[in-house]
């Protein structure tokens, strides 16, 4: 049965802002954007950050997602974040919670912010070498324990490699803790793809239905995952309206195959490493 694509093309409900490719994980087997200690915040200046975000506030656009990367190494990320909370948006933080400052936490305990995170097992050494980094399951287990006694808005995406993974295990955990999981499988993207080109059957069907997403270097992709659809130039160049307008920006849609309306996947969702935390059933497509 042919699906007519209805989406509109010229404004975005949810946008996406990878602010950094810093990160003080490594993800070796994963990462869409392979990020890492070693790498920066990109080409786009805090100034172009702000710029943005007011534009994506007269598209109409309601919320922003800040993501990298790990968004809170970014030395705007407190300001950023203000900044869209001042302008009426509603703010969602990707963030590894490997560590948080206190004035972040400050941040997330705010109604109009939302916290997403990654989680891989309930066993640490498992969480541990998925994520290259010795400790990082007590810093973010427990950091998720301090989330939900501040009353944050909280989800949990654990990114399934398989192999015998306790994921399941991991997602009853987080469940026994009251808070929102999924479980999804890794994606062939970035690390993940093991030198492979990617392909659009490894994306969820649902990019740029609402959404989009500004990579570090200002270009524009239909999501994170599909930063290799990433439109020619840059917000930096040209503003986000004219972009989203462009004919580049209609033929990565176009390359996107669509999901039936029945499809749970809704118009929040952001990956989580090389996940969807909206998670649910929409699963990639191939």
Known sequence: MTVLDTRPTTSVDFLSLEITSSCQLTCPGQCYAEAGPTKGHGSMTTDDWHRLIDEAAALGTSTVQFIGGEPTLHPGFTELVEHALRVGLHVRVHSNLYKVRAEHWALFEDPRVSVA??????????????????????????????????????????????????????????????????????????????????????????????????????????????????????VRERPLASILASPEWAQARASVPARMSADPCGPDCGPSDDSSSGGGSCGPMG
């Open 117 to 234: 995170t990654s989680y891989y097992s309930d066993v640490a050494a498992e969480h541990d070498a998925v994520t290259g980094r010795n400790g990082s399951h007590a810093a973010t287990h427990a950091a998720i324990i301090e989330a939900v006694e501040r009353k944050v808005k909280l989800r949990v995406a654990i990114v399934d490699h398989g192999d015998g993974q306790r994921a399941q295990q991991a997602r009853a955990e987080m469940e026994a803790l009251g808070v929102t999981a999924s479980v999804d499988p890794v994606r062939p993207v970035g690390r993940a793809a093991g030198g492979l080109l990617p392909s659009t059957s490894s994306l969820c069907g649902r990019c740029a239905n609402g959404k989009a997403a500004v990579l570090p270097d200002g270009r524009v992709a239909p999501c994170e995952i599909g930063r290799f659809l990433a439109t020619a130039g840059t």
